[in-house]
């Protein structure tokens, strides 16, 4: 679960595979997001709050338009269970942790991967980046 800087709304990921953004003063759901195809381990929303990030066990990152609903990028290239994702403050890049014992570093502007960090043994559960 993730929160908005202004306190109004939050992100949510669940094992039925969806993302939802929710209404916190009305509580009802802004958008339902689809397109992962298991289910959803971690999500971020940016600092402006116009996007979000989610990390799911079907080996995928995505990033996700807030206004619309819809995808931006699906990113690939785990080969294990995406458990952890987090968004730069500017939000021009992300980390995502997977069972596959990697950390990826990925440009959000092209979908792309920059670096894959290398040396855990085993599944690394949370990642995190400095503001």
């Known amino acids: 679960v993730a929160l908005s800087a202004d306190g109004t709304r939050a992100l949510s990921g669940s094992s039925d595979s969806t993302v939802r953004l929710w209404n916190l003063g009305t509580g009802k759901a802004i958008h339902t997001l689809k397109g992962h195809t298991s289910g ?9 709050g116009t996007r979000a990030l989610s990390g799911s066990y ?15 990028h699906t990113l690939k290239g785990h080969t294990g269970f995406v458990m952890s994702v ?28 920059i670096h894959t960090l290398k040396g855990h043994t085993s599944t690394v559960q949370s990642v995190a980046l400095s503001a």
């Open 58 to 72: 079907d080996e995928t990152v995505r990033l996700w338009d807030l206004g619309t609903g819809k995808a931006i």
């Open 86 to 113: 987090a968004l730069s403050a500017d939000g021009t890049r992300a980390l995502s942790g997977s069972s596959d014992s990697t950390v990826r570093l990925w440009n959000l502007g092209t979908g792309k991967a």
């Open 40 to 48: 959803v381990t971690s999500v971020a929303l940016s600092a402006d």
